[in-house]
């Protein structure tokens, strides 16, 4: 299963700029819906696209496997 770490890139991401970051503000920047942001935060199915992937790579600087991660349950 595909396990998406939004959460953690958005804490990680706060503590670094010291301010509150909302999905708001991420969907802005990114141009992904915030009901897609949210269904990724709470772990919920979503079926995202590499554009989708490649847009938080972008924003929160980091590499896909910083975003999603494989696991075997």
């Known amino acids: 299963m595909i396990r998406y ?3 953690e890139l ?3 991401k706060e503590l670094k700029e010291g301010r509150h970051i909302t999905l708001e503000e991420i969907g ?7 009901t897609t ?3 990724i935060v ?6 995202s696209t590499t554009d989708t992937l490649a847009k938080l790579c972008e924003y929160f600087e980091v590499g896909i496997g910083d975003v999603v991660e494989y696991y075997d349950h």
Request: hydrophobic share 25%; glycine share 10%.
């Open 28 to 34: 802005q920047h990114t141009g992904v819906h915030r």
């Open 42 to 47: 709470n772990g919920r199915t979503v079926s």
């Open 5 to 7: 770490k939004l959460r």
């Open 10 to 12: 958005i804490k990680a």
């Open 37 to 39: 942001l949210s269904k």
